[in-house]
């Protein structure tokens, strides 16, 4: 094919660093480098699939169903009135879900994302994640 492997494979791969809140046979999860809100996380399957209309069911399923687990996890974590979650995949060509803890319509706005955020202030969010999941009894394979 001759692609190059997408930002999110070389996350995966200990190529670039990455903060991992959940890692299982197919799919993982990671805080954004550029949060609209704290505890905004992407749900990306190991595949790279560019577009989520091209998901098979079985791993579409697997996904929402990860994002729940996480989505309640971030609920617990941070107090939001909801926890958002968009698919839009302009910058980065392999499917991931934003799960973002959500109290205002502005919240789900990506230009207000941050763009030099905290690095001490991620690495704390990340764990809080994680945290929230052990303390859930959800095994989550990171950390």
């Known amino acids: 094919m001759g692609r190059m492997a997408s930002i999110f494979s070389r996350i995966l791969a200990g190529e670039i660093p990455g903060r991992f809140v959940w890692k299982d046979e197919q799919c993982f999860a990671i805080l954004t480098v550029n949060p609209i809100q704290p505890g905004h996380v992407l ?3 190991r595949q790279e699939i560019d577009d989520w ?11 929402v169903a990860t994002a729940q ?6 609920k617990a974590a941070f107090q939001p009135v909801k926890v958002g979650v968009a698919i839009v995949g302009l910058e980065v060509r392999h499917v ?5 803890p959500i109290s205002a319509p502005e919240h789900m706005e990506f230009a207000r994302a941050d763009t030099h955020p905290d690095p001490a202030g991620l690495d704390a969010v990340a764990e809080r994640v994680r945290a929230t999941l052990t303390a859930m009894g959800v095994r989550h394979g990171a950390g």
């Open 69 to 74: 687990v996480l989505g309640r996890a971030l």
């Open 96 to 100: 991931h879900l934003h799960l973002i």
């Open 53 to 63: 209309l091209d998901l098979s069911p079985a791993l579409r399923d697997h996904l």
């Open 43 to 45: 749900v990306i399957p």
